[in-house]
């Protein structure tokens, strides 16, 4: 029983130009001694913010050299408890690698990681023209296949819909869909945990996932959830795969509603709380080490009916009445 809650954090660097990978935190597997490592991000429902730092102390200076020159330029992140679920919590491009000496005992390598959407497509720029009326769904398709991008996203209900203005735009991929998607009403997220380089809806007419929060799945660190004018927040343990754009479903009534702020209080929290418990993820920040106390998920979340009274300005919610 013990052994299931032994934590997994395990890198592995993969190498397209060598077609091989490397993998840091598996030693355990083999009954060896694993090197520290330390995890920091955040993933966000943009296509163009979500950021990752790993650290790994002491790795050697012939490991280094063998990232670099060998091009490791694609990550994944696993975590999760032995004998329960493992998952990847992040996958990803390197952006840079950097070698930083401490005392003299040891170092620390750090490797600076985006989402693939940045790392992979987000260099190049493209010169695109839409016009007002096509279908939303196909205008997506195009922009992403302009790109190179073959496994992403698109919700089929946006064949029901259309360009509500024409989009002339010379931007790199994150910054056409950011705008496309602020000027048309939609979301999307880059993260590739799910096996979608790119992933983009609506929440006001679909959710992406639906995930139930129960005492067999999750776990809360921290206390009990609070709710404020910005949204709900949560504290977990890393048992499940979560992703912003996620809904998740809990129940109410463990939400705490206080507050100490006479500007929150005057706000009426209530009108933020979901009479269904269903709250939609924006952001995630995610702590993990395989030595120190850190190892935990910190949600952000809003109503699911906030998103779709929004919806409302941009038609999506009339239209699926």
């Known amino acids: 029983m013990l052994n299931a809650w032994m934590r997994i954090l395990s890198i592995k660097l993969i190498s397209k130009k060598f077609k091989t990978s490397l993998t840091f935190g598996d030693n355990w597997k083999k009954g060896g001694i694993d090197l520290n490592i330390y995890v920091n991000g955040t993933k966000y429902l943009s296509p163009m913010k979500d950021e990752c730092v790993v650290t790994i102390t002491n790795l050697t200076y012939k490991e280094l050299i063998t990232l670099i020159n060998g091009e490791f330029y694609e990550i994944e992140i696993y975590t999760g408890y032995r004998n329960a679920n493992e998952f990847i919590i992040f996958k990803g491009g390197v952006l840079y690698i950097s070698n930083e000496l401490g005392d003299r005992k040891s170092n620390d390598v750090k490797i600076l990681c985006s989402n693939l959407l940045v790392a992979k497509y987000g260099q190049s720029k493209m010169n695109i023209s839409l016009n007002s009326g096509i279908n939303m769904y196909g205008a997506l398709k195009f922009i992403t296949q302009r790109a190179g991008i073959k496994n992403g996203y698109i919700d089929e209900k946006f064949k029901r819909f259309t360009l509500k203005e024409s989009e002339a735009q010379t931007q790199n991929i994150t910054s056409w869909l950011d705008t496309l998607g602020r000027t048309q009403g939609f979301v999307m997220n880059g993260d590739s945990s799910l096996g979608s380089d790119v992933s ?19 776990i809360l660190t921290g206390g009990y959830p609070t709710l404020s004018s910005e949204g709900l927040n949560l504290a977990v343990m890393p048992t499940i795969n979560l992703c912003p754009g996620d809904t998740i479903i809990l129940d109410n009534s463990i939400i705490d509603i206080g507050t100490d702020s006479r500007d929150e209080a ?17 952001e995630i920040e995610f702590e ?34």
């Open 200 to 218: 983009i809806w609506s929440p006001y007419i679909s959710n992406r996932r639906v995930i139930k929060l129960r005492d067999d799945n999750i």
């Open 266 to 282: 005057m706000k009426n929290l209530g009108q933020f709380l979901d009479r269904d418990g269903k709250y939609v993820i924006t």
């Open 288 to 321: 993990l080490s395989n030595r120190d106390a850190d190892f935990s998920y910190k949600i952000k979340a809003r109503a699911k009916s906030l998103w779709n009274r929004i919806g409302g300005l941009y038609g999506w919610y009339s239209s699926t009445k």
